[in-house]
Structure formats: C-alpha cells, structure tokens
C-alpha cells in the first residue's frame, strides 16, 4: 500500500531520534546578535552565557570524543560505555551522478568493526557547534577520517546526545563521507605527521 502523500519515506525513529531534536536545538537559541556580540564576534552558538553551560559544552564534546577515541584504540567496550544501546548510527554519501545513499548500523556492527581493524581509525573533530538544553544536546562538527596513515574521507558529524546519571551519552550519530573539495580536512594537517 503507497505511503500517504503526507508521510515520508524516511524512517520515523531517524526522524524522531535525529532530525527533529537537530530542528529543536537549531531554533532553541535563535536570536538576532546584540551590539555586544557583534564587537566580541560571538553569538549564543559560540559564547556560552554561564560557567554551567560552558562545563555541559566540555562534557557533550568529552563525549563525541570518547567515540573518536574507541575508534582510533579499538576499544569497543569505550564505545558501548558512551552510546545508548540502541543508538541511530547513520552514513550518508553522494555518489559520483549525485544520488545519495544512506547506510545504517547498529552499536553491535561499530563494536565489531574497530574491534576487528587491523589499523586505527582516527576521526578528528573541529570548529564543533554545541547546543545544550537541559538533557538534551547536539553537536554538529566538521571532521577528518584516517585508516592508519592514510587520509580516507571527510565531512560532517551531527550528534545528539542526552544527559543521563552517569553522564552524557549518545543517542544518534550521523555523518557524511566525501572528499575535498565537497569537504575540508582538519585544519591542524594530517594527524601525527601522516602522508596524505
């Protein structure tokens, strides 16, 4: 039976779980930019207004890099420690005639992957925008991908994340994969000296 004109074809959990929370926070602090933040060149995005605010941005990057860090170790028992156990993870990726594909995967795949990899991923993060509120919080962040040495991909990281007791975890992952021009790699260079 053909979906009503109304109704997407996109899963409704990925819509729930990463589109709409990504939509709530991007709207949550808008704002026109006051005199003030117009002379510092800042605006809610990229100043928290209180020292809270700034320790919760610390903890949610803390976080995403706890996944970066389970990729580049191997260590899926660190990448279970900070992902709801059934958190959304996404790829997404144009091919060459513009199509896009979307690819899903489950904590239990991940885990498997970098556990099973002969050489590290190393993901680096950077220019990361952070939104907080309350339990609830999104970074989206410009990234760089190497297999050991050797420069794979680039693109963009969109999570979000929720406060729980024992800290802030994962609920959903999504990124793009391409290559420059489409994306920039990490402004620092390649990781540790490596060739690209």
Do not use: K, N
């Not at 779980?17 to 939509?23: H, I, K, R, T």
Request: hydrophobic share 40%; charged share 20%.
């Amino acid at each position: 039976m053909p979906l009503p004109p109304w109704r997407s074809t996109v899963p409704d959990r990925f819509v729930r779980f990463v589109l709409l929370p990504c939509l709530v926070l991007s709207f949550a602090g808008c704002r026109p930019p006051s005199a003030t933040d117009r002379d510092r060149g800042t605006s809610d995005a990229a100043a928290p207004a209180s020292a809270g605010d700034s320790g919760a941005r610390a903890e949610v990057l803390a976080a995403l890099q706890s996944v970066f860090d389970a990729l580049a170790s191997g260590d899926s028992a660190l990448l279970t420690r900070v992902m709801e156990p059934d958190v959304q993870l996404v790829s997404i990726e144009e091919d060459a005639e513009g199509a896009t594909g979307v690819e899903h995967r489950t904590l239990q795949q991940m885990a498997a992957r970098i556990a099973d990899a002969e050489e590290p991923f190393i993901e680096r993060m950077f220019e990361p925008v952070v939104h907080v509120a309350g339990p609830l919080a999104t970074v989206w962040t410009p990234y760089d991908f190497y297999v050991g040495e050797r420069f794979s991909h680039c693109g963009v990281d969109v999570a979000t994340l929720v406060r729980r007791e024992g800290g802030w975890r994962i609920v959903s992952l999504s990124w793009t994969r391409a290559q420059p021009p489409a994306c920039d790699r990490h402004p620092d260079g390649p990781p540790g000296g490596a060739g690209g």
